[in-house]
Structures are given as C-alpha cells and as structure tokens.
C-alpha cells in the first residue's frame, strides 16, 4: 500500500481509501477534501454545505499540522509526500484547481505525470529545467 505523508510534519495523511485535506475556498470557508489513493483517479469527497466551482483555486493544508501544501514549483500545484511498499519515498504534485487533471509523481530526474490536463505544467517535461525547480 502507498502511504501519503506531510512534507512538512511528516505524519500520515492517507487512511483507508482516502487522503485527507484541509481545504479553503476562494470565499476562505475550510474544510475537509478527501481524495483518492490511486494517482490518475481524480475522485473527491467532501461535505455537500461544502461549494466548490470547477476552475476555482483551492488551497490544499494538511490536516494535522496545518502546513500549506502548496509546492516551490508552481502555485497551482500541492505537494505530499508517497512512501511505497518497500519504502521509497517520492514526490508527488497535483493540481489544485477544481477540475484540472495534473498529478506529476517525481523521484530525483524521472517524472511520470498522469491526468487529461498534465501538459498545462510543461516544465516537468523537460528534464533540465524540471532539476532547475528542484
Ligand atoms: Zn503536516
């Protein structure tokens, strides 16, 4: 099983099927995202009071340390942490607007993106520059 951690207090953020989030709004209402395990299944679950619009900027916290997850690559883009079954850690980006299909999973130069939308951020496909934003 991949375990998805904080990259800032390094506590588990995955449970059971889901990876939990703090979520805010463009109207800065919080709360609770849950999004799935799998990369490529782009998949949520939250509170129905809770209203997102398709395009619209969410910003992606952790749950337990409050840490915001957004990523020095690209403002649009949240980073966590995955540790696979046989402990290797890599990194993973996704998107943070609603709608937009982009999860870029990266270890030292390799980069496997995933998603109808992974193309919008085209310097993960070009390695030089991608080691540059490392
Ligand atoms: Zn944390």
């Known amino acids: 099983m991949n375990d998805f ?19 805010r709004n463009s109207k800065k209402q919080s709360a609770l995202l849950l999004l799935s395990p799998q990369i490529g299944n782009y998949t949520s679950i939250k509170h129905p009071s809770f209203e997102i619009k398709t395009g619209e900027y969410l910003e992606f916290y952790c749950p337990l340390c409050n840490a915001s997850l957004i990523s020095d690559i690209h403002k649009n883009l949240a980073k966590v942490i995955l540790r696979d079954e046989t402990g290797t850690h890599s990194d993973v980006y996704f998107s943070q607007i609603v709608g937009e299909q982009s999860t870029y999973q990266t270890k030292g130069d390799s980069v496997k993106a995933s998603g109808s939308d992974a193309g919008k951020y085209t310097h993960f496909r070009v390695g030089e520059k991608f080691k540059k934003y490392l």
């Open 5 to 23: 951690l904080c990259p800032q207090c390094g506590e588990h953020i995955r449970v059971g099927e889901n990876i939990i989030f703090k979520v």
